[in-house]
């Protein structure tokens, strides 16, 4: 008998106390009796025992096609009427101006639009005038352009700049090589606790798909155009990560969590049958 049907022995050995025949080989367990669930429990925790349950992870590193930059116009005057007409003019004029860099008006969005009055408080409260801003996020789909965009925002108007996010608009190609590696990634540890606790060959039982994620990051040197100075953006690769959590189980032995009475009896593999409907007792 292989040693890793001792978790069930005594539960075997109680079944022939009570002269019940029970024939096995190494392959499968089989009874002639009707009441077969002790052989399946037995049997199932036998089963459990033998399992390895890892996390794998994988990464690929790709070049980004698309940044975003946020920005924002930023206008005050004593009358509020003022400060939006201006707020309205400035943004219009960058609008012109970034679709001459052949970026088109449905990659331009108001994130957030914003009106604050603004007091004076040295004596009392006092009304000072408004504050209206207007905060863009503007999608350039050259990512060696987005130094000189930025500069042509400032230039035509914008007067603040948020930051500058990179990505890629299709990461399927990347996540599916990221889920080959995490389930490499798996096989590997798996292999080396198998080795450790003596478990021998295993295969994979089971396989979930547990987070995704890409991230891209961005380095910027900002220099005043007045000066003669202009914008470096640095970007690196965007790393598009996949995680996978895998159950193993040992090659050799069957999966009989899933034996019923019909599949023990008609001597029929494992696999072919459903779970049965009695569940061990806990005593």
Not at 26 to 40: E, H, M, Q, Y
Not at 61 to 68: M, W
Not at 74 to 84: G, I, R
Not at 146 to 155: F, N
């Amino acid at each position: 008998m292989k040693k890793h049907f001792f978790a069930p022995l005594m539960l075997v050995i109680s079944v022939l106390a009570l002269g019940l025949g029970i024939a096995t080989n190494t392959n499968s367990l089989r009874t002639n009796f009707s009441t077969a669930a002790s052989v399946t429990v037995s049997a199932h925790y036998g089963n459990i025992s033998q399992s390895l349950t890892v996390t794998g992870t994988g990464i690929v590193k790709v070049k980004p096609d698309f940044a975003t930059i946020n920005l924002s116009v930023e206008t005050k005057d004593k009358n509020l009427e003022s400060a939006q007409k201006e707020n309205a003019k400035i943004v219009e004029r960058l609008v012109d101006a970034l679709a001459l860099q052949n970026i088109s008006k449905e990659d331009i969005m108001t994130n957030w639009f914003n009106i604050y009055p603004e007091y004076d408080y040295n004596f009392g409260q006092r009304l000072t005038g408004h504050r209206v801003s207007n905060h863009l996020s503007v999608k350039v789909r050259d990512v060696e352009n987005v130094g000189k965009i930025i500069d042509l925002a400032t230039a035509t108007g914008a007067n603040i700049v948020s930051g500058v996010q990179f990505g890629i608009e299709n990461n399927s190609a990347a996540y599916n090589e990221a889920l080959i590696k995490a389930i490499d990634s798996a096989r590997q540890k798996a292999a080396v606790l198998a080795a450790a606790a003596d478990i021998g060959k295993i295969r994979i039982i089971s396989v979930k798909e547990t987070s995704f994620n890409h991230i891209g990051f961005a380095r910027y040197d900002y220099s005043m155009p007045c000066f003669g100075g202009s914008t470096s953006i640095l970007h690196n690769n965007i790393e598009v990560t996949a995680t996978v959590k895998v159950v193993f189980g040992s090659s050799d032995y069957p999966s009989y969590s899933q034996c019923n009475l019909s599949a023990l009896s008609e001597n029929l593999p494992c696999n072919h049958s459903v779970v049965p409907k009695n569940q061990p007792s806990n005593e």
